[in-house]
């Protein structure tokens, strides 16, 4: 019985110090819990036509740029599912960011679509190809916003390329 009173001392004993504390972690030699961060995410990337000359082109890519083209985030895990619209510019950038619903869902859930070109010379998918070929998320860096961090990831290009070569 005796032992058994000695356990229970040694049991109860931090809950005593804890409570003594105040109840905070930092009093016992560990770090505070970080503050509540605002967390964001961006993407972005670039729609281009392939072998057309259209305003902006690009010789070392032989590419033009795509303004106006249709863009999506996709992120689903089992039955839960998110998707962003978002549009590219001048210069066929495009840039999607969102603050809320994000923090459930990981890079490797999430893909961009560029579903069709908005020239409709331009109209093949080339890179990748296929239509329902999602284009990855590979992670840049963190940007310092005013209300928290946003983690910045990007796609890269999306190709499309005329139906027949010549003709834009």
Same mark, same amino acid.
């Given at each position: 019985?005796?032992?058994? $009173?000695?356990?229970?001392?040694?049991?109860?004993?931090?809950?005593?110090?804890?409570?003594?504390?105040?109840?905070?972690?930092?009093?016992?030699?560990?770090?505070?819990?970080?503050?509540?961060?605002?967390?964001?995410?961006?993407?972005?990337?670039?729609?281009?036509?392939?072998?057309?000359?259209?305003? $902006?082109?690009?010789?070392?890519?032989?590419?033009?740029?795509?303004?106006?083209?249709?863009?999506?985030?996709?992120?689903?895990?089992?039955?839960?599912?998110?998707?962003?619209?978002?549009?590219?510019?001048?210069?066929?950038?495009?840039?999607?960011?969102?603050?809320?619903?994000?923090?459930?869902?990981?890079?490797?859930?999430?893909?961009?679509?560029?579903?069709?070109?908005?020239?409709?010379?331009? $109209?093949?998918?080339?890179?990748?190809?296929?239509?329902?070929?999602?284009?990855?998320?590979?992670?840049?860096?963190?940007?310092?916003?005013?209300?928290?961090?946003?983690?910045?990831?990007?796609?890269?290009?999306?190709?499309?390329?005329?139906?027949?070569? $010549?003709?834009?």
């Amino acid at each position: 019985m005796a032992l058994l $009173g000695s356990c229970a001392l040694l049991i109860s004993l931090p809950a005593v110090l804890l409570l003594s504390l105040g109840g905070r972690a930092s009093g016992m030699g560990l770090p505070p819990p970080p503050p509540m961060v605002n967390f964001s995410i961006g993407v972005q990337g670039v729609v281009w036509c392939k072998s057309c000359r259209y305003p $902006g082109y690009f010789p070392p890519m032989d590419a033009s740029p795509l303004p106006g083209a249709e863009v999506y985030l996709r992120c689903k895990h089992g039955r839960r599912a998110l998707t962003v619209p978002g549009r590219s510019g001048p210069g066929g950038y495009f840039l999607i960011q969102k603050s809320r619903q994000m923090s459930s869902f990981t890079s490797q859930q999430c893909r961009v679509y560029v579903p069709s070109s908005p020239a409709r010379a331009c $109209g093949v998918p080339a890179y990748p190809s296929g239509r329902n070929k999602g284009l990855p998320l590979k992670f840049q860096e963190f940007v310092n916003r005013g209300n928290g961090l946003q983690g910045m990831y990007s796609v890269g290009n999306r190709l499309f390329r005329p139906k027949y070569p $010549g003709r834009c």
